[in-house]
């Protein structure tokens, strides 16, 4: 600042900064339907309520319920393989696919529109069409034999994983190949030229020069994946219901049943803010990681 | 320099090509089959008679309504959203002090909170609001759900604009006002692009707040009824996945005009 100073001196107008207030309205309607909510969900879980009634208040109970609980355990044990599974089909395909799209030719640019095209579904749609070709009986285990052998993929448990895994990727490798593609072209050229007199191959030039450029785009990317993970409750509902039995029943989707299938307010609140918490980890990890909170230029779109 | 083609790379996006597109071709030739070939043949047969009677069954169902409704949300999200992360990105990029400094990292822990961890307490607040059942109670959580990836992507875009436009501003006595309209939404348009890009997804996807704020059918949404079409028209599989092609309809006309703003908004998202 000192460096102005004298300048401003001399240039009467001073240059005007916006003050806190702008950021009020935005920031109170934060409070009220994010922040509050927040606050609530971690209150109830100290309370039995049925939803109808007032919430009484009930210590701990709850949180001794919540840590005796295998269901909770097996939740959180198959959201975690969820997790891991997911983000390590999607980001090697992705990145494969997002600097591999970022070339410049024709055909490439042909082919990854049809690539994005699964962005136009939303995950109901995505799961629901999936649900009917992954269909035992009518959809493809039906029909293309030696790929499935005629099992139901929806009846075990790993069949059960696996699909979600799969139909998640395919729903959202186009949207990550689409931040990298971004991220690759914006890759200065003369690194790669200068590799190239150096001798360096293509593969070379691929580890030691994209990947390390990528590397804010790899973190935004898996922020993403993880909250998706997190939150990936309509999948499950639609892709499996939770089943076999329970054995797809993550984190999010007992939440679900607990507070709106058997009407449990209290203790779905102590699910809930378990996994606040384990967002809440997960998004300042990855913010350490970026440097997102240091307000630097680094974090130039997000 | 011209470099040798990269077979590997190419044989690989065309498997990725097949993963894509076997799918979508099943999808659309389910959706206008009859639905007693669909039975017999399955939903990779080469098409033969081609049918639209499954999209009356799904536009009789009231369908147009839901899309409709989903339009409205994620119109009035966008707005929103935009009304709101201008001005507080604006106070963060340009204002002083640890408030607007800590009013950042609020929204940057706020992109980690999942919707679903507070759906209990935001059905009691919008229950109290009295929009249960309105289109404006999944609005509200769904465009406060939006704000911190468009403050992020905004506030990113605007930290881009260089200090000697805002100085210049300043010496034609432009005050925190003028200098939003006249040079710093107008030198953020591209990020402005990325956040409706972001709300009008988050909006068009949302699954958890139509299902959890609404019941009725007014105020149902694409997502919702299509879920309600799984156990209405669970047996009637084309019918099903004509309804599934037709809930794409709205973003595949934002995808016509608008592709290339919508591309370009998700790759700025990646970061550098």
């Known amino acids: 600042m000192s460096k102005h100073r004298a300048r401003d001196r001399a240039a009467p107008p001073t240059l005007e900064r916006p003050g806190v207030a702008w950021a009020v309205p935005g920031l109170l309607f934060f409070l009220v339907f994010a922040i509050v909510p927040m606050a609530g969900v971690l209150y109830l879980s100290f309370t039995h309520w049925d939803g109808l009634s007032s919430p009484q208040f009930t210590g701990l109970e709850n949180w001794s319920r919540f840590f005796g609980d295998s269901q909770v355990r097996q939740s959180t044990l198959v959201t975690g393989v969820l997790l891991v599974g997911n983000i390590a089909v999607q980001a090697p395909i992705s990145i494969l696919l997002g600097v591999w799209a970022a070339g410049h030719q024709r055909n490439r640019a042909v082919l990854s529109a049809i690539f994005f095209l699964p962005l136009l579904l939303s995950t109901a749609a995505t799961a629901i069409m999936w649900r009917q070709l992954l269909d035992p009986n009518f959809g493809l285990p039906s029909k293309v034999d030696w790929l499935f052998g005629g099992s139901n993929p929806f009846g075990s448990k790993a069949g059960s994983i696996a699909c979600l895994v799969l139909v998640t990727s395919w729903q959202f490798v186009p949207f990550h190949s689409l931040l990298y593609q971004g991220a690759a072209r914006s890759i200065p050229h003369t690194l790669y030229q200068a590799a190239a007199i150096d001798g360096a191959g293509r593969v070379r030039q691929f580890v030691h020069i994209t990947l390390p450029q990528l590397r804010n785009t790899m973190i935004t990317s898996t922020t993403f994946m993880v909250i998706g993970g997190l939150t990936a409750f309509d999948i499950v509902l639609l892709l499996t219901n939770g089943g076999p039995g329970t054995d797809t029943s993550i984190l999010p989707f007992s939440m679900y049943q607990t507070a709106f299938r058997t009407y449990d307010y209290g203790y779905a609140s102590a699910i809930a803010s378990f996994l606040l918490l384990l967002a809440t980890v997960a998004s300042v990890l990855l913010t350490k990681l970026s440097g997102y909170d240091k307000m630097t230029s680094t974090m130039e779109g997000l | ?272």
Do not use: C
Not at chain 2, 27 to 38: D, I, R
Not at chain 2, 128 to 139: K, N, Q, S, V
Not at chain 2, 232 to 254: D, K, Q, T
């Open chain 2, 1 to 272: 320099m011209r470099t040798r083609p990269n077979y590997l790379a190419g044989a690989a996006a065309l498997v990725w090509l097949v993963i894509i597109g076997v799918p979508l071709y099943a999808l659309v030739n389910t959706a206008v089959q009859p639905q007693t070939k669909y039975t017999d043949k399955g939903p990779v047969s080469i098409p033969s008679t081609v049918t639209w009677d499954n999209f009356h069954t799904v536009v009789d169902s009231g369908f147009l309504h839901y899309i409709w409704n989903t339009v409205v949300v994620a119109v009035a999200t966008v707005a929103i959203v935009l009304a709101l992360a201008v001005p507080i990105s604006y106070a963060v990029v340009r204002g002083r002090g640890w408030i607007t400094k800590g009013v950042f990292r609020l929204f940057l822990l706020g992109l980690a909170i999942p919707s679903q961890a507070v759906i209990i307490p935001l059905f009691l607040i919008v229950n109290d609001l009295g929009l249960y059942d309105t289109l404006w109670g999944i609005i509200l959580p769904t465009a406060a759900f939006a704000l911190p990836v468009s403050v992020l992507v905004l506030s990113g875009g605007m930290r881009d604009i260089s200090n000697e436009l805002y100085e210049a501003m300043a010496l034609d006595g432009a005050g925190p006002a003028r200098t939003l309209v006249t040079l710093v939404i107008p030198m953020s348009r591209s990020a402005i692009a990325t956040a409706s890009v972001f709300a009008a997804l988050q909006a068009w996807n949302g699954f958890l707040f139509p299902l959890i704020m609404a019941q009725s059918e007014d105020t149902k949404l694409v997502t919702l009824g299509l879920y309600n079409f799984v156990s209405e028209y669970g047996a009637n599989v084309p019918a099903l996945l004509a309804a599934v092609l037709m809930s794409a309809v709205p973003i595949l006309v934002v995808y016509l005009f608008a592709r290339r703003a919508l591309v370009a908004g998700l790759m700025g998202a990646g970061g550098k």
